[in-house]
């Protein structure tokens, strides 16, 4: 199975919104990323509003070739916005206005009804829907129960044990992402993986079999401040596609 990448732009807008001005534009981002050989684009419009804006979606969703990801909470507000602007995918992902960044997975488990109630006004919409989950047994079952898509597993652990603990817990989560890769994949559900990947650890989640997209967003826009965003893809792509081939 070949991986995909999408891009998360959301903070191409974190820096715009430092100024409360025009650029960057994070559409532009998203055209950038595209060209270089982004599979898709993800974005995330938190309830507070602290980057991506409401006319930022608008404007991908009549730009963006590929295929647009829209992160957002289980909230009616953020529902009714979905519906409007029709993206081919939505992440439900949890949220809290004083975290700098997505601190954890759903769980769909505990919010069983809720979350199955949103996914099916998403789906009879026409939107894939995805969870964003810890990669647990019980979040995977409640995730196929709810009638969800896809998984999208948060490597968020994993990143941690890469930077900061041993071999043996890092191939623990290694493991733990693989098991429930398969568990998924035996429900039905389609996988993807995002949070805490980079340069320095894409190539152990890319080998992972039964992953189709990662999507990665502070990596790239930190690196593309650097290096511009055609080059900032073009080698998460060739990272991306030295795993899949060793």
């Known amino acids: 199975m070949s991986k995909y990448l999408g891009v998360n732009i959301d903070h191409i807008a974190t820096i715009r919104e430092a100024r409360k001005i025009r650029e960057p534009d994070p559409v532009a981002g998203a055209v950038l990323a595209e060209l270089a ?14 980057h991506i804006q409401e006319r930022d979606v608008r404007l991908l969703r009549g730009t963006v070739t590929t295929h647009l990801n829209l992160e957002m909470a289980a909230s009616q507000e953020m529902v009714q916005f979905a519906i409007d602007v029709l993206p081919d ?3 439900l992902v949890p949220e809290n206005r004083k975290e700098v960044t ?7 488990a505990a ?9 099916q006004t998403l789906k009879n919409n026409d939107i894939i829907v995805s969870l964003f989950v810890d990669a647990e047994t019980d979040q995977i079952k409640a995730s196929r129960k709810a009638g969800a898509d896809f998984v999208e597993l948060h490597t968020g652990r994993f990143a941690e044990a890469f930077e900061k603990s041993g071999q043996a817990e890092l191939d623990r989560e290694i493991s733990q992402l ?3 890769i398969a568990l998924s994949t ?3 559900l389609r996988v993807n993986a995002g ?8 190539s152990f989640i890319a080998a992972l079999d039964g ?14 401040t650097m290096v511009g965003m055609d080059r900032a893809v073009r080698e998460m792509l060739e990272l991306i596609y030295r795993a899949e081939h060793k």
């Open 111 to 119: 919010k069983f009804d809720d979350i199955s109630k949103v996914i």
């Open 195 to 202: 949070h805490g990947l980079n340069y320095r650890n894409i």
């Open 37 to 50: 050989g982004a599979h898709g684009i993800t974005t995330h419009l938190r309830e507070d509003r602290r």
């Open 102 to 108: 997505t601190e954890g997975g759903l769980n769909v």
């Open 186 to 188: 035996k429900y039905g």
């Open 89 to 91: 995918m939505v992440t």
């Open 211 to 224: 992953i189709e997209e990662m999507n990665i967003g502070h990596s790239i826009i930190s690196r593309a």
């Open 178 to 180: 693989q098991d429930m």
